[in-house]
Nanobody
Framework: QVQLVESGGGSVQAGGSTSLTCTASGHTSSTTTMAWFRQAPGKEREGVARFCTGSSSTYYADSVKGRFTISQDNAKKTLYLEMNSLQPEDTAMYYC???????????????????WGQGTQVTVSS
């Protein structure tokens, strides 16, 4: 089992920045891919960014490419998401997720991730 706890986020004005942190505990050695997802009210959960540990590769949704940066520390215990040039459409609950599957560079839907954090809210005001 892997436990994930997100922190960071909060309220920010459009054009501003914030960052998220996901701290993993438990059987973290089994995880090969970690990701950030988000879900806005009334919308489906969508993948934001993904970090593949084996190749240290990163993948981003088109909507955040060039604005968000995902990174992971070497011990594989912490995942980060730096968010810049935020827009109101970035408002959502952001979730950290982890899996032992490695399908990089192919896309990985949320059902491929068995481990999830509780989420942290990001609200961007115009």
């Amino acid at each position: 089992q892997v436990q994930l706890v997100e922190s960071g986020g909060g309220s920010v004005q459009a054009g501003g920045s914030t960052s998220l942190t996901c701290t993993a505990s438990g059987h973290t050695s089994s995880t090969t891919t970690m990701a950030w997802f988000r879900q806005a009210p009334g919308k489906e959960r969508e993948g934001v960014a993904r970090f593949c540990t084996g190749s240290s590769s990163t993948y981003y949704a088109d909507s955040v490419k060039g604005r968000f940066t995902i990174s992971q520390d070497n011990a594989k215990k912490t995942l980060y998401l730096e968010m810049n040039s935020l827009q109101p459409e970035d408002t959502a609950m952001y979730y950290c997720a982890a899996t032992s599957l490695d399908r990089c560079p192919f896309s990985m839907p949320d059902r491929a991730f068995p481990y999830w954090g509780q989420g942290t809210q990001v609200t961007v005001s115009s």
